[in-house]
């Protein structure tokens, strides 16, 4: 009996430290956004369920795009997984610059991903990300202001529409802005937003033969109306104000609207941290009057793997439970479904439960309406909305982004930025071979 029980401890021994040497420590780089805070407090379980432990590098958006780009390209290695989104994906893995996922497991159903959100993440048919949440974006206003305002939201307003409310709302004796909205440098930050905006005033990036249009009148409308809307409306300072900026003021009753990505919904309808929780409502992003594009994105930040790690195994255990189910099942669990990730999956919003938070229907209506093959009125050579997918626009349009935020700061006229932007564009366009 004793030499049995010898054995069997010393068995038991082994297989504890067969566990423990198989264990890895994953360096995962995110950004700040509140979503992924959420996540960095749930890993506790992923932890106990594999043996793996992380640690966290989270980052605000503008340096978490610049040094996992800086460390993809020259193969630091800092990495195990990092956070990036539907433009760094077909790019990076077109070059084999991340690890293929496409040997998930079964219980791990990859064909439930949204197929907007799956075709984002790809490259050649292989998916080289896993969307941790998905998002378009879309008007949030406060229900109570506006209808003090004597005005009734659209469904799908108009930019005219918006401006009519805004000044309606407009309230600087009460600290309330009539609209919140990004001003801040960054490609992702306000460029993005700024880009989807003269979009749906008829505006676009390039023609077909990759000549860049800010020379054009689409362009000095968008940038004008813009620059006017918020000067008149906004808060002061809105050239810095990014998502997270914007997110707070909302929060805290200071906007009448805002016009942002889906996923902020649940945050500015959470009564522990939105003042203004109970009066929030939801319509499509706007278009401007007679132009058939509306000003929505369509965007994942998701996880994926770098090809430099030596920890490829672990890495896909987190990310198959991160993007899984089983985690939007544990954050309904902890937290309630109306804050669980939006826009991955389709079996979300089959969910009985999910049918009821408020603004399901608008986020995947919003989602479904975005389309990068086709973002703009007139004809493009490229594809994507608030981006173009070629490798040089991230560097590109950071500096066009800084000239417009210079114009919203009054540091130069709408007419110098688009001037300098097209001078920027188009010397870097023919420096990298485009025509």
Not at 51 to 68: A, F
Not at 219 to 248: C, H, I, Q, R, V
Not at 365 to 392: C, H, L, M, R, W
Request: charged residues 20%; glycine residues 8%; hydrophobic residues 40%.
């Amino acid at each position: 009996m004793k030499l049995k029980s010898v054995l069997c401890a010393a068995t038991a021994f082994g297989l504890m430290a067969a566990a423990s040497a198989q264990a890895e420590t994953l360096t995962i780089a995110t950004v700040n956004n509140g979503d992924m805070i959420r996540m960095q407090g749930l890993t506790e379980a992923f932890t106990a369920k594999t043996g793996h432990k992380v640690e966290w590098v989270t980052l605000e958006e503008n340096v978490l795009r610049q040094r996992v780009t800086t460390d993809i390209t020259t193969k630091g290695g800092a990495f195990d997984i990092m956070t990036i989104g539907m433009y760094e994906t077909p790019i990076w893995g077109k070059n084999g610059w991340l690890v293929p996922l496409n040997d998930m497991s079964e219980e791990y159903d990859v064909g439930d991903i949204l197929p907007a959100m799956a075709n984002g993440l790809s490259y050649d048919g292989t998916l080289y990300a896993a969307p941790f949440y998905g998002e378009s974006s879309m008007v949030m206003y406060r229900t109570d202001l506006m209808e003090k305002a004597g005005l009734e939201m659209p469904k799908d307003p108009t930019w005219q529409f918006i401006r009519e409310a805004a000044a309606a709302m407009d309230d600087p004796e009460q600290d309330i802005n009539g609209i919140c909205l990004r001003g801040k440098a960054g490609w992702g930050e306000g460029g993005a937003f700024i880009t989807v905006t003269a979009n749906s005033f008829g505006a676009r990036w390039f023609d077909e033969d990759w000549r860049p249009q800010f020379d054009q009148p689409e362009w000095k409308e968008a940038l004008t109306f813009y620059t006017s809307l918020m000067n008149d409306y906004g808060p002061a300072g809105y050239a810095t104000n990014g998502f997270n900026e914007n997110l707070s003021l909302f929060q805290q009753g200071k906007c009448g609207m805002w016009i942002d990505a889906t996923v902020a919904a649940s945050f500015v309808t959470n009564p522990e941290d939105s003042t203004v929780a109970d009066h929030v409502g939801f319509a499509l992003a706007p278009n401007s009057e007679g132009v058939s594009k509306r000003s929505n994105w369509l965007w994942a930040w998701a996880l994926a793997i770098p090809a430099g790690t030596q920890k490829a195994d672990a890495a896909k255990q987190f990310i198959e439970w991160a993007t899984s189910k089983e985690y939007i099942e544990l954050v309904a669990e902890k937290e309630g479904w109306a804050n669980v990730p939006p826009g991955a999956r389709t079996s979300l919003y089959e969910t009985a439960e999910y049918q009821e938070v408020p603004f399901a229907a608008m986020t995947l209506e919003s989602i479904n309406a975005a389309d990068p093959t086709n973002p703009t009125v007139k004809p493009v050579p490229y594809v994507g909305i608030q981006f173009v997918a070629i490798p040089e626009f991230a560097g590109i349009a950071t500096e066009v982004s800084q000239e417009f935020s210079a114009a919203y700061a009054g540091q130069q006229t709408v007419d110098e930025a688009l001037a300098k932007a097209q001078a920027i564009v188009n010397d870097a366009m023919e420096a990298a071979g485009y025509r």
